[in-house]
């Protein structure tokens, strides 16, 4: 079992920023993509961002060049740099993450989420 623990969420006026941090811990033989979605009230999940375990990233348009992704692979750890936030980047943001466990197993695990919230 891989679980993933989020921080770093919370209330931020507009233009401000926020650092999301997600570690996973268990019994991990690699990690492949690392990413992170959110959710508005009473919108779909969507994407906002994806790294691959060899570094190469992926943005939807509406944070690009705002947001950057990283990760830490010695700390099983991914991070959402979040600068220049908007009220419509308020939302649950959602750490997941796949690989394989020890035994070989293929996991695909979710965060329980943390919130983002951007008003002044």
């Known amino acids: 079992q891989v679980r993933l623990e989020e921080s770093g969420g919370g209330l931020v006026q507009p233009g401000g920023s926020l650092r999301l941090s997600c570690a996973a811990s268990?019994?991990?033989?690699?990690?492949?993509?690392m990413g992170w979605y959110r959710q508005a009230p009473d919108k779909e999940r969507e994407l906002v961002a994806t790294i691959t375990s060899g570094g190469r990233t992926n943005y939807i348009d509406s944070v690009q060049g705002r947001f950057t992704i990283s990760r830490d692979n010695t700390k099983n750890t991914v991070y959402l740099q979040m600068n220049s936030l908007k009220p419509e980047d308020t939302a649950v943001y959602y750490c997941?993450?796949?690989?394989?466990?020890?035994?070989?197993?293929?996991?695909?695990?979710w965060g329980p989420g943390t919130q983002v919230t951007v008003s002044s």
């Open positions: 997941n993450t796949d690989g394989i466990t020890i035994p070989m197993k293929r996991f695909v695990s």
């Open positions: 268990g019994v991990i033989f690699s990690i492949n993509s």
